[in-house]
């Protein structure tokens, strides 16, 4: 619900930039550059990070089309709310909204 209320807000403040025909472009060195270290409580090494992102970001862009451009666009807005944005944060919210 929080994240459903932060979307709402930046839709209406404009904030929004709207997403083109493709998955977004993020940089997976910003989204993995606290990967292990202690305070993430992640534990898990920068090189497993940024293969998971690298995976991630081949999966959207192979099947970025067959998610509505709506659930795109909210998982888009949302993934980049706690931090830098992960492309492994937009896919788990795409699948998540598909298999409700």
Not at 23 to 33: H, K, L
Not at 59 to 65: E, P
Request: charged share 20%.
């Amino acid at each position: 619900m929080i994240i459903a209320g932060f979307v709402a807000m930046s839709l209406s403040s404009g904030m929004v930039q709207p997403i083109a025909d493709g998955p977004p472009r993020f940089s997976i060195e910003q989204a993995c550059r606290h990967a292990g270290e202690p305070v993430t409580g992640v534990g898990r090494a920068n090189q497993a990070c940024r293969d998971d992102e690298s995976k991630a970001a081949a999966d959207l862009q192979q099947r970025w089309a067959k998610y509505p451009a709506a659930q795109r666009a909210t998982c888009v807005e949302g993934a980049g709310l706690g931090g830098p944005p992960s492309y492994v944060q937009v896919l788990t919210c795409l699948e998540m909204a598909t298999h409700k």
